[in-house]
């Protein structure tokens, strides 16, 4: 089925309302999972709402939360998600870290009581836009062991970071700490296809490409050790610092019945005048000289080309999607 993003967005939203999630909830999860779609990234976009209503319904992700923030320091902002839905939480950090980031030089935003961060990119670019440059750290549910383990203890533990380039557009870097992200490994169950060997181990510790097995087992870390190492750091910034559960406490993103996932996210936003006035200058430099060599793409712009591929073509999104977010109504 095609459709402009207006329409998927006002198709989703209402649903999310049918269901109880309060309006202007229901309008920023809309927005975010539509634009995840927009931009290519399937297993963070349409096919969650299933289990993201079914949350709604049975109390494991509150649709009536509304997020608040705290300025407990200067540079320190603290935003309570509520055990709600994440990008209401996003949103508020997008609002009033800005401000603090130009007074301050830096600041650190902390999301307590979280749920899914969904597609950190379109977080992290909201402050590039504003001149500013973002990093972002996210815990989610066990699905990575540590390196020489064999039992669920990190979760993919994603990292996101945008720059501004002086006349051109941000660059943008989302990876999860995983081969790839789980979404993905969930997409291909949805559609009944196999995944490439080295995604992920069965329980027994074996390579498959059987999604199933997959989501039973463990995912591969990105590099190895070295993925291993980066994840454990992420656990620490996003759960250790915010108070949020760690991956192996944390219930599944994807279950629609338990305890709350109360999971965390960092933002640490900078004001690059703050150290040199040049400096979105010199990263063009950079920049220009990345994308000067046949062949190398500046990060991020893969999924802002679709995006506004999308924003004026529309999206095809597929028959049974559709009609999987309807029947929800």
């Known amino acids: ?29 809309a927005h975010a999972l539509v634009h995840a779609e927009a931009a290519g ?18 109390g494991k992700v509150d649709g009536k939360a509304r997020p608040t923030a705290l300025r407990p320091r200067p540079a320190v902002l603290t935003v309570d998600a509520a055990l709600g839905y994440a990008y209401p939480a996003f949103d508020l950090a997008a609002e009033k870290l800005p401000g603090i980031a130009r007074e301050q030089g830096i600041a650190l935003g ?88 080295g995604w992920a181990f069965d329980a027994e510790g074996r390579p498959t490409t059987d999604p199933n097995e997959a989501l039973k087992g463990v995912m591969a870390p990105s590099g190895g050790a070295k993925g291993a190492a980066l994840a454990l750091m992420v656990e620490i910034l996003a759960a250790g610092l915010t108070g949020g559960n ?49 062949g190398v793409r500046l990060p991020g712009r893969r999924g802002r080309n679709a995006r506004r591929a999308a924003i004026e073509e529309g999206l095809d999104i597929e028959d049974e999607v559709v009609a999987a977010i309807k029947a929800l109504a």
């Open 1 to 29: 089925m095609h459709m402009t993003l207006q329409e998927a967005e006002t198709l989703v939203q209402g649903v999310f309302e049918a269901n109880g999630v309060l309006a202007e909830t229901a309008r920023s999860v």
């Open 41 to 58: 990234q399937y297993g963070h976009g349409l096919r969650r709402i299933p289990a993201y209503i079914g949350q709604a319904r049975n």
């Open 246 to 294: 760690f991956s192996h406490e944390a219930s599944s993103f994807m279950e629609e019945k338990g305890t709350p996932p109360s999971v965390g996210q960092i933002l640490i936003v900078i004001d690059p005048t703050a150290g040199a006035a040049s400096a979105v200058e010199r990263i063009a430099e950079l920049a220009q000289e990345m994308a000067s060599e046949e």
């Open 110 to 197: 902390l999301i307590q009581r979280s749920h899914h961060a969904g597609v950190m990119a379109l977080t992290v670019e909201r402050f590039a836009e504003q001149g500013l440059v973002a990093l972002m750290f996210a815990n989610a549910p066990a699905s990575m062991a540590a390196w020489g383990g064999r039992k669920r203890l990190f979760g993919t533990n994603p990292i996101a970071f945008a720059t501004p380039v002086a006349g051109e557009d941000p660059i943008v870097i989302d990876l999860a700490l995983s081969t790839v992200a789980a979404g993905k490994i969930m997409a291909a169950r949805q559609k009944g296809e196999s995944i490439p060997e």
